[in-house]
């Protein structure tokens, strides 16, 4: 599997980018993952959502889709999209180094 | 390497809730991968934008051996509503939400959604019969502009 670095980082991530081990990854490490994928800069509501991602994924064993984000995570998905424009839970399972979430809706 | 799809136009031409239902999934679902996403309601389709009648969307219970309703039990009063409240109950329970919602949740996403103008004018609909998500009626031609370099779906 591919390897990337992120802040100074050696990391193995599988074809798409997603970490092959979310425990790989460090807070410190986002900013880079995120710029790699066009977003500048995360804001506070950006952070909402990683640890988030974060979160439910510890709890849940995955993270969470977009309509469960939309539901739960206190942002609308209207502002989801505009934080994650490639896709709010992709992306931001990218960014908090978990794996893709499955599901369909 | 193969290109990924950055654009899908997803006709929705049907009014039934099996009709309408995949059209949605695959709109959000494009979304959520980053790939935009137009969904060009026409003919029957447009019930799923209207006031009058997207609350009231039913699973169609004759003419659809996926049912596995023999045809005169389903054609019988009250068929539609009950096999219509039963497929609602199991989307409910997949998190599947009811199409009002769904088409609320897609526009929240930036998909672009239309009405057919040859159809409105067939039912003599107007932007104001339509929910508020829907941006435009237009016409054929300007459906296929806006969906210029993407792919078409025909549902």
Redesign the interface.
């Known amino acids: 599997m591919p390897i990337a670095t992120y802040a100074g980082h050696d990391v193995i991530v599988n074809d798409e980018g997603f970490f092959a081990d979310p425990y790989q990854w460090t807070e410190e490490m986002a900013p880079y993952i995120a710029k790699a994928i066009g977003i500048d800069e995360l804001t506070l509501r950006h952070w909402q959502i990683i640890r988030f991602m974060r979160d439910q994924y510890r709890a849940k064993g995955t993270g969470p889709?977009?309509?469960?984000l939309?539901k739960t995570s206190g942002v609308?998905?209207?502002e989801l999209?505009q934080l994650f424009?490639?896709?709010?839970?992709?992306?931001a399972a990218k960014i908090a180094g978990i794996p893709k979430p499955r599901g369909?809706? | 390497m193969t290109t990924a799809i950055a654009k899908v136009s997803i006709v929705v031409s049907k009014g039934s809730l099996e009709g309408i239902y995949p059209a949605l999934?695959m709109a959000?679902?494009a979304?959520?991968?980053?790939i935009e996403a137009n969904l060009f309601f026409t003919f029957f389709g447009l019930d799923a934008v209207s006031r009058k009648r997207h609350e009231h969307i039913k699973v169609a219970t004759v003419g659809n051996p996926g049912l596995h309703v023999a045809t005169l039990v389903g054609a019988l009063p009250g068929m539609p509503g009950l096999m219509t409240s039963y497929l609602e109950h199991k989307l409910g329970k997949?998190?599947?939400?009811p199409i009002p919602e769904f088409i609320e949740?897609i526009a929240?996403?930036?998909a672009g959604i239309y009405g057919c103008q040859a159809s409105c004018d067939l039912f003599g609909l107007t932007e104001d019969d339509l929910i508020d998500q829907v941006k435009a009626i237009i016409t054929v031609g300007e459906f296929y502009a806006l969906a210029a370099g993407g792919q078409i779906i025909f549902t």
């Open positions: 889709t977009v309509r469960i939309g609308s998905i209207k999209y424009p490639s896709g709010p839970a992709k992306t369909c809706i | 999934i959000n679902g979304r959520a991968e980053g997949l998190d599947i939400p949740m929240d996403s930036g």
